[in-house]
Nanobody, 122 residues
Framework: QVHLVESGGDSVQAGGSLRLSCASS????????MAWFRQAPGQEREEVAR???????RYADSVKGRFTISKDNTKNTLHLQMNSLKPEDTATYYC????????????????WGQGTQVTVSS
């Protein structure tokens, strides 16, 4: 079992920045893939960004150039730096993780955090 705990959510004005963090109970180095998802009220959950064991990254078109995903293996922590925030970025942000082999096969993540709220006002 892997426990993930997100932090860093807050209320900010449009154009502002936030840095989300996700602390893992497991060593995230090695063949462990991680991602950030978000879900706004009444909307489906969407993947925001992902990072694999080689630090290759992928972003949703809506956040490219504004968000940066990174991980600190020494602290077993995943980050999401969010700049130029827009009201449409308002959502609950979730950290997800799984072994990369599972992600490649099923494109799903087994382990999830409880979420952290990000609210962007205009």
């Amino acid at each position: 079992q892997v426990h993930l705990v997100e932090s860093g959510g807050d209320s900010v004005q449009a154009g502002g920045s936030l840095r989300l963090s996700c602390a893992s109970s497991r060593d995230i180095s090695g063949s462990f893939c991680m991602a950030w998802f978000r879900q706004a009220p009444g909307q489906e959950r969407e993947e925001v960004a992902r990072i694999d064991s080689d630090r290759n990254t992928r972003y949703a078109d809506s956040v490219k150039g504004r968000f940066t995903i990174s991980k600190d293996n020494t602290k077993n922590t995943l980050h999401l730096q969010m700049n130029s925030l827009k009201p449409e970025d308002t959502a609950t942000y979730y950290c997800a993780a799984d072994f990369c082999a599972n992600v490649r096969w099923y494109d799903e993540y087994k382990f999830w955090g409880q979420g952290t709220q990000v609210t962007v006002s205009s």
